[in-house]
């Protein structure tokens, strides 16, 4: 296949820039020769992909193009390719490449579309006599395609003919893939061109597994990374690296792609994945290639820590709002949850940056049996910080919350007295954290145990309650809101 564009000959010179000077005819005439190159050509390919549904491929192709103009059709990219974000570059000393035009071709080839390009034309219907037990060929004119197809067969004008079509060929501007199409200049016989380019379709995601030990006391996670390739083309032997972090897209893809690009970065340890820290993102890279097929979902491990301690907690939660009106009883018989404290520090094996998540939790019964007993969501959690996990409500404990006194003294102030009323009903004695968040000043005037001030808006009592048993905690506070 070949063309002519105006612009292609004003680029190499073939037409005058003053409208007065002539043109010959050998000029108009010359023809622009098509060179292609698929995934075959492919030296190196490198993925790049961004928990936020998008990805930035980039890819080294050695193609034979000699010298001179003509187009290079590039296929085998992402039917999902951002075009806008396409850049292409020659790898050989001196960039001998030079780009004039760019072209993304995506009218696939289909049926409907086949049906759509030959209107107006004829083709060809193959129908069954079955008299004869033969297949007979007529030639029809394909008149519409508009919820049906619309033949005139001789002087007939007919629709829903029970046969099958062919046509004589496949039109020009249909393509089998999405292909990018460029008007290049040579200035060598044998190019090893660097492509990158944005296209969405593509996510991963992380998720953990831990496994408690008997006494909740410790525990070991298994990090997977689930990679999701809806992008129209499969990646061969690519070295995979996933950004985790949120990446502001509001600049414009331009800006997007700047930054994409300089996410690509190279890393090196003996880890399934290296991680790096860029920017005010985590950069992970995968120490061996991989392929990603086509409507692949892939796993891969992230991380793996055989043990590490683990806090479990059994918290009770109130509401700033409880010291701003009357209420009697607020709650009765409310479950108290149960929460999962480690840290994420390389003593415990663990160290890399966490990206977000669900952690899925497990434990093995009497017979020895694993068991599922719990799942939360974390966020992006940096290294040598505190991961929690919300496990549900504890079953056997219990507590009450009574308000027993409220005075107002102003018109933002009041004064109001608690009781709660703490029940464990396992064998066990347990530790119930009771926090209580008060917007505002406020101040303790009285307790039965201990405050601990956490912050200028909280503070909690520790309780032990024996197995069986039970605890009351009171205390009165005073408390300005305006």
Known sequence: MTRITFMSLLAIGLLPLNPAQTVSTEAVAQEIPVRSSTSADREAVTLTVYNQNFGLVREIRSIELGRGLFDLEFGDVASTIQPETVHIRSLNRGNPLSVLEQNYQYDLLSPQKLLEKYVGRTVKVHIWNREEEREETVEAEVLSVNGGTILRIGDEITYNVPGRLSFPE?????????????LLSSRAERHRIETSYLASGINWKSDYVM??????????????VTLTNHTGTGYENATLKLVAGDVQRVGGRDDMMRNAQKMALEAVSDMAFSEEAFFEYHLYTLERPTTIKQNEQKQVTLLESPGFDVDKRLIFYGASQYYRGSYGQVVSNQKVGVYLDFENREANGLGMPLPAGIVRVYKRDSSGAQQFIGEDRIDHTPRDETVRIKMGDAFDVVADRRQMDYDVLGSCVSESSWEIDLRNHKDDRSVVEVMEPVGGDWEILSSSHRAEKLDAHTFKFTVDIPGRGEEKVTYRVRVRWC
Do not use: F
């Open 211 to 224: 496994v408690l030990n008997e006494d909740d006391s410790e525990a070991g996670v298994t990090g997977w």
């Open 170 to 182: 496949v039109p020009d501007n249909l393509i089998a893939s999405p292909t990018l199409v460029w």
